[in-house]
């Protein structure tokens, strides 16, 4: 695969993000290497283990 890119210049006037995905990228600008990372943030105390439910059959 062949890609080119040609870059100008680029102005930003105002930014507003409503809401952020599970998964998601904010990228203004060049980005040499995108790193991906995680962040779990929910407490321990929340995670519910219990038995496996049963899907039906097709």
Not at 11 to 25: E, R
Not at 27 to 56: C, H, K, N, R, Y
């Amino acid at each position: 695969m062949e890609f080119t890119v040609i870059n100008h210049g680029i102005s930003i006037g105002d930014i507003k993000i409503g809401a952020v995905a599970s998964s998601a990228v904010f990228l203004i600008g060049d980005a040499q290497e995108i790193t991906p990372s995680s962040i779990f943030d929910t407490p321990p105390e929340s995670l519910i283990i219990g038995p496996m439910v049963p899907l039906s059959p097709e």
